[in-house]
Structures are given as structure tokens and as C-alpha cells.
């Protein structure tokens, strides 16, 4: 029975206009805690350096950092920093433009895996034609000027990560952390 | 065909020796109006911890893991996977959540227990809601289209229904801060407490309203906050606590969604969930009521028929600390911690949901008989 139907079977409301839709705008505000590690991460990349955290019992070293080894379940309090330079892990092309992100599409979006770390950091790849990002690309981070960026940290410190023209890794190097 | 398979493997196991599970361990932050320098996992990782050390268990050896939180609090989405951070998911686990306070989180995990499909389980929950403004916030779990757009907040609500209280005989202003004294008193003896010691009763009904004929001791503090508990079946709970609190019975009911065609001033669906929690076939000794608000633990002391002999809240309750998606589970711990303490033979413990008292739970837990 659809609204006009179910409207006929009260006499009162026969022949009434069926309400379909309403809109009841509704907003909240919040106040957004990164924590003490991902406080960490985030003002380190003002500084232009990438913190990472290893965990004490599996060694495997996070980054972004959350203060906490998610295959543990214990505390990572060991920072780490990271060299500017890692490995395209997996990616793929984006062609559909993302709602709020002011990004050119296509654009190429990665992981990579930086020396020493265990876990692909989210990124993208430019300064190269689509077709030639590869897995086991070296690259390395082209970062924003200090006056291009916001005022509060955040990942947009990172403009993309562009090739080193160095050799491929070694598939070993990366094979576990794929 | 492989669930079909499951399901009988686990009503096999449930057919075998009566499983009867116990809380083991208990742990809660000291709750505060605001923890803005920690994420939630790590304002959950130090209770984990907290459990996971009093029992000797590592993450490996919990056979099932069950959250209790709120995306809304959080201001974001699937936000409780974040915490599972803190419980160390590898390899995967066996893990639930429920959008609920915690209390509803060990009510799963104690179905599978008692269904034989584990038998160790770590419940947790946790709430900030120091990120937004949580009586606002609560508005959004009323109806979307009829009461939600007034925006008629938790206080307010509340409000009403100390007003009806009051209206039906059931009690006056003075009484109901003689219930917020007593509350924020006994929570002197709580280290975890947010609200610790009170004015007396002729000061408090000094200050002015909040929200008529609410006054600000009348309401819960805005806290964040995590708890944890293990729980664990027989011997193996015995293995793990020279004192098991053991649940005898646990149900939980509800009422219809619109405030408006419940009676506020009564809790019958507290009354059923204790009967069919056993809460009736003996007396307690000890009842931790989940009531934000004072004229809460009146209603739910007359629903359950509470005597002067039952100690009520001697932690504080929710009038001391009110970590939201916690404050429930809380309830269920501090009940078992008396048992494990050796200072409770019998406890009920009770925890809510909704506006006014909408849901409730019942929980009975009782020393080893000796």
C-alpha cells in the first residue's frame, strides 16, 4: 500500500497531499583529540620529519603513529625517524573526483613504504606519467612550502611522493609488508 | 552450511555441564570532565591493560572480545575500530560492538559464553564526550521527525520526568538532594570518581535551577571515561580469581521510543528484566543503579522494591561519574568488585539506555557459595 492508498483508508484524509519528504537540518560540533602520538606525528611533520613508533615486543615500526601496536595491543612509546625515502607498495589511478578534495583527477594514489617501516603510508604519486608508477618505485616526499601550508599540522605538509629515479627495491624488502 | 554447522557445535557445548560465568576482573579510568590530550585508544589501552594484568591473561588467550560505544560522542564514523588498537586484533579475533553502553556488550559476550562458543571474554567501553556537547548530542537518539528537531535535550527530558515524580507524590526537591549528598559522599571513598564530597542539602537547594525543578546536583557531571571487564566461565573462572562474581541472572527490556506514551515515573521495564534476572528470589545486599539523575535511582529503587537493608551506589553511581556508553558497565564492575572484596555476598546491578530510563538492564551476582 503506498501513501496515497493508506491516506484513502482514513475518510478525514482522503484526497490529502501524501507528505514524502521532509528536511530537518541538524548540525553538532566537535572538538577533534589526535592523542599524544598522532600530536606527535603531526608536529613532526611541521618540522618536516616523519615520526614513526616501534613496537617494543613485534618491532615492527607504525607510522602514523598511534601510540598503541594494533597487532600487540601494547603501548609503541619508541619514536622512530624516518628516512625521506620508501617504496610504492600497491596503487592505483583515480578517476573519479573525491567531494571536498581539491585534487586534479586522474590522480595516482598509493602506499609507501618508507625504509624502516612496516605499514604503507596513504599517499600520492606525481612528477611522473601515470603508466610508468610501478611497484617497488622508489620515492621520495615533495613537501609543501611552510607559507603553502595550514596553519594547524596535518598530512597536507606532504605535497605527493615523486620518483628518486633510483632502481627498483628488492622485492624481498617489501614483499611481507605488501 | 559451514554456520549451520556452527550453530550446533555451539548448542552442543551448551548442553554439557551448566556453564556458569563469572566477572574476574574490573577496571576504570578516574574519569574527568575532559582527556582532550588522549585519542580513545589511548584513554581505553591503561583499562585493558589494567584487566588483562590482574588475571594473567594475554590478548591470545581471550576467547572473545565485545565494545561498547558511540560514533555520535565520537563525532565519527565506525569510530570504536580505532580503540580495537588497544586489544591487539592479530591474528583476527573474535570481536563484536554494539552501539550501546558496555553493560549490553557484556550481555553478548555472556551469551556466548553460556552458549559454550568461548571461554574467556574481555568487555569493554568508553565515552568522550568532552569532543561535543553530549546533551545535545543525546537529542539525536530521539525520533528524527517528531521530537529530534525540537532538540529537547537529556536535562530537559529528565527534567520532565523529575517533574512528574514530584506531581505523583513520589518525592520533593529536598529529597532528591538528599540522593545527590548521599551519592557524591559515598564517592569520597572512590578514587575514580569525577564529583567527590557535597555541600548539605540546605546549600544545594540554595542554587538556582538548571532546568526547573532541576538543579545542577540533580544532574550528572560530563565525564570521559573507560572501563574493562573479563569474563570467564567455571573453573576457568575460578583459575582466575580466588573470588569469582558469579552472574546469576541477566535480562534486559525496553520500552516504547516516545516518552510521551510511557508512565515516567515507573520503571516496569526494570521490574521484569530483574525478575527474569532472578533479582526477586533473594534479597541484595548491594545495588549499583545506572541513574544520571536523582529522581532515576527513586524510580529504580521503588521498581526493583529496595529495602534500607540494600547499600545503593556506595561508588557514587552516575551522579559522581557519568562517562556515557561506560557508566552501565560500570555499574556491573564496581557490583562484582564488592563480591571480589569479599564485601558483597548478593549484588544487583543495573544499567540504562535511552531517555528516562527507556531501556534497562538487571544483573545478579553472587559470591562462591560456600
Not at chain 1, 596553519?151 to 605527493?160: G, M, R, T
Not at chain 2, 573507560?226 to 582466575?240: E, K, M, P, Q, W
Request: charged fraction near 20%; aromatic fraction near 6%; proline fraction near 7%.
Amino acid at each position: 500500500m503506498n501513501a496515497a492508498e493508506l491516506l484513502a483508508t482514513v475518510p478525514a484524509l482522503a484526497g490529502a497531499e501524501p507528505v514524502t519528504r521532509v528536511t530537518i537540518p541538524a548540525r553538532l560540533d566537535y572538538t577533534y583529540s589526535p592523542g599524544s602520538a598522532q600530536t606527535r606525528f603531526l608536529k613532526a611533520l611541521t618540522e618536516q620529519r616523519l615520526l614513526g613508533e616501534r613496537c617494543p615486543s613485534c618491532t615492527r615500526v607504525y607510522i602514523p603513529a598511534r601510540g598503541v601496536c594494533p597487532t600487540c595491543g601494547i603501548v609503541t612509546n619508541e619514536q622512530i625517524e624516518l628516512p625521506h625515502i620508501g617504496t610504492v607498495t600497491t596503487f592505483c589511478i583515480v578517476n573519479i573526483a573525491a567531494k571536498g578534495l581539491d585534487v586534479e583527477v586522474p590522480y595516482c594514489y598509493a602506499y609507501v613504504l618508507l625504509d624502516g617501516a612496516h605499514v604503507g603510508l596513504h599517499a600520492r604519486i606525481g612528477g611522473i606519467p601515470h603508466d610508468q608508477v610501478h611497484v617497488g618505485q622508489r620515492v621520495e616526499p615533495v613537501w609543501r612550502e611552510p607559507a603553502a601550508r595550514s596553519d594547524q599540522p596535518s598530512l597536507a605538509a606532504i605535497s605527493h611522493f615523486r620518483p628518486t629515479g633510483d632502481p627498483d627495491a628488492d622485492p624481498e624488502s617489501y614483499r611481507r609488508w605488501m | 552450511m559451514t554456520s549451520i554447522q556452527g550453530a550446533e557445535a555451539g548448542a552442543e557445548a551448551g548442553q554439557g555441564s551448566r556453564r556458569d560465568v563469572a566477572v574476574v576482573a574490573f577496571a576504570q579510568t578516574v574519569h574527568r570532565r575532559s582527556t582532550d590530550r588522549l585519542s580513545e585508544v589511548e584513554l581505553v589501552l591503561p583499562v585493558l591493560q589494567d584487566v588483562l594484568k590482574q588475571t594473567g591473561l594475554t590478548t591470545d588467550r581471550i576467547g572473545f572480545t565485545c565494545s561498547g560505544s558511540s560514533d555520535y560522542l565520537a563525532g565519527r564514523a565506525f569510530s570504536f575500530t580505532m580503540a580495537l588498537d588497544g586489544v591487539g586484533a592479530w591474528p583476527p579475533i573474535s570481536e563484536s560492538h554494539v552501539e550501546m553502553d558496555g553493560a549490553w556488550a557484556l550481555y553478548e559476550a555472556w551469551v556466548k559464553l553460556r552458549t559454550g562458543q568461548a571461554d574467556t571474554a574481555l568487555v569493554y567501553s568508553y565515552g568522550k564526550s568532552s569532543p561535543g556537547s553530549v546533551r545535545d548530542v543525546l537529542t539525536r537518539q530521539l525520533d528524527p521527525y517528531t521530537l529530534a528537531p525540537l532538540w529537547p535535550d537529556a536535562i530537559a527530558l529528565a527534567a520532565l520526568q523529575t517533574q512528574a515524580a514530584i506531581d505523583a507524590g513520589l518525592t520533593d526537591e529536598r529529597a532528591l538532594a538528599a540522593t545527590a549528598v548521599r551519592s557524591r559522599r559515598a564517592a569520597e571513598a572512590n578514587p575514580h570518581a569525577q564529583l567527590r564530597g557535597s555541600a548539605d542539602v540546605g546549600e544545594l537547594l540554595e542554587q538556582p535551577y538548571e532546568v526547573r525543578p532541576l538543579r545542577r546536583h540533580d544532574c550528572p557531571p560530563v565525564s570521559d571515561g573507560a572501563v574493562a571487564v573479563i569474563l570467564a566461565v567455571g573453573d576457568t573462572a575460578r583459575a582466575l580469581h580466588p573470588r569469582p562474581a558469579w552472574i546469576r541472572g541477566i535480562d534486559h527490556r525496553i520500552e516504547a521510543h516516545q516518552p510521551g506514551v510511557r508512565d515516567l515515573t515507573d520503571s516496569p521495564s526494570t521490574r521484569l528484566a530483574a525478575a527474569r534476572a532472578g533479582a526477586f528470589d533473594a534479597p541484595v545486599d548491594t545495588a549499583e543503579l545506572h541513574a544520571p539523575f536523582s529522581v532515576q535511582e527513586l524510580i529504580l529503587r521503588r521498581a526493583l522494591g529496595l529495602s534500607d537493608a540494600t547499600e545503593v551506589n556506595p561508588s557514587g553511581g552516575a551522579l559522581a561519574a557519568n562517562p556515557v556508553m561506560a557508566a552501565g558497565l560500570i555499574r556491573i564492575g564496581e557490583a562484582a568488585a564488592r563480591i571480589h572484596r569479599g564485601e558483597s555476598r548478593r549484588a544487583l546491578a543495573h544499567a540504562t539506555s535511552g531517555p528516562c530510563l527507556q531501556q534497562n538492564l538487571v544483573a545478579v551476582l553472587e559470591g562462591e557459595q560456600s
